[in-house]
């Protein structure tokens, strides 16, 4: 691999999902280069460990800042009334 992955593709890494069904065919080996890209760029490789970390937090409910405040039980529904009361 030449240049540096899109970054759809680091995204899919990080969700350990598949291309998406509408996704253009991949050449023979692709897959193999982008993780052999990744093993020689530290940019990639700090890239897709800050998207695994999202993905974890969402998966999880944990903020992405050990130091962050949880946000209380609650809080979301009150700001989506609120929104839906001003449209």
Not at 25 to 33: Q, S, T, V
């Amino acid at each position: 691999m030449t240049r540096h992955p899109h970054c759809a593709e680091l995204v899919e890494l990080a969700l350990r999902q598949a291309p998406a069904p509408d996704a253009p065919e991949e050449p023979a080996g692709h897959r193999a280069a982008l993780h052999a890209h990744l093993v020689h760029c530290t940019p990639c490789r700090v890239e897709l460990a800050a998207l695994r970390r999202v993905v974890a937090a969402l998966c999880t409910g944990e903020p992405l800042d050990p130091e962050l405040t949880p946000v209380p039980p609650g809080v979301w529904r009150r700001i989506a009334d609120e929104v839906d009361r001003e449209e």
